[in-house]
């Protein structure tokens, strides 16, 4: 098996035709059937269906897929790494962000680190902590900035500081004059909550069992902007973090108390693997930005 082999299944893959892998590979049809043919003979599977208008991958194939992925990312890496040790920041460098961390400081720090690394070409997204896990582990991502639950056998997850969740409602509601809020208060006002995969609905759902509280959710939704749009113009409420109102006027926040909901949030990191020069100093930017706001 060769490393071509696996360049080119990985491109039928993605493109789902031999047709447009050949011309994207630049090499001829027949050259990259009888490639993939090689491929399949020395695995003693079929890899993929050959329908008449596209190639899908088999059951075997979406398998081999996900390890071809982390060993193309390894093999990458690698060469990064050759090219770091002679002081060369260069590339791609994907990286994963929740949703309030885009009212935050990390603005700031994107900014700078591309003023200071033109190489380098940044791709951060907003994702779930499930999909941040299942893309750092495959290698399609480089770190990720998440609400940390602490280490686990894939993935180390470093600190940055400790976050406490609020109420958000409008500053017209009855209650937006108040500087705290009991959490046993949150009985008596209509929330809305994000959809069960995202960690702060998680979290949330695993404090209010622990504290005995039901509360009063009358909508979830997957997007933090439509949540605080339609609490801006009702009196419903929801807990998130204090940072995304920072950006948007007509909210207010009100501290919980009694107890406090606190998470950690965290650089997150694939525990095998080596981490690229680019996600190192990015790393840094942003615990240094992090730690010189938490320290005042």
């Not at 994000?194 to 960690?199: Q, S």
Request: glycine share 6%; charged share 25%.
């Amino acid at each position: 098996m060769e490393l071509r082999h696996l360049r080119y299944f990985i491109a039928i893959s993605e493109l789902k035709s031999f047709t447009r892998a050949a011309e994207y590979l630049h090499i001829s049809q027949p050259t990259l059937s009888h490639q993939i043919k090689q491929l399949e003979t020395e695995l003693g599977e079929p890899l993929l269906d050959r329908l008449p208008r596209r190639a899908e991958l088999n059951a075997a194939g979406t398998v081999f897929k996900t390890y071809c992925m982390r060993m193309l990312k390894e093999l990458d890496d690698g060469v990064q790494a050759i090219g770091d040790l002679k002081g060369l920041v260069r590339g791609t460098l994907r990286m994963a962000l929740f949703h309030s961390y885009t009212s935050s400081l990390l603005g700031p720090v994107l900014a700078e680190f591309a003023l200071r690394y033109p190489g380098v070409r940044v791709i951060a997204r907003i994702s779930p902590r499930s999909e941040m896990e299942r893309d750092l582990l495959d290698g399609a991502l480089d770190l990720a900035i998440a609400y940390g639950s602490g280490d686990t056998d894939h993935f180390v997850s470093e600190t940055l500081f400790n976050e406490e969740l609020v109420l958000i409602v409008s500053d017209s509601n009855s209650l937006a004059k108040r500087a705290s809020l009991p959490m046993r208060e949150l009985a008596n006002v209509g929330l809305i909550m994000l959809t069960d995969e995202f960690a702060a609905r998680e979290y949330m759902t695993h404090f209010f069992e622990r504290e005995k509280i039901t509360p009063h959710i009358v909508m979830e939704m997957n997007a933090v902007a439509t949540i605080l749009s339609t609490v801006r113009r009702s009196t419903l409420g929801t807990v998130l973090s204090e940072g995304v109102v920072e950006n948007n006027s007509g909210l207010r926040a009100i501290r919980l108390v009694r107890p406090s909901p606190k998470r950690a949030c965290a650089i997150l990191w694939r525990r095998r693997g080596s981490r690229q020069a680019a996600a190192v100093r990015m790393a840094d930017m942003i615990r240094a930005a992090y730690h010189d706001v938490h320290k005042r």
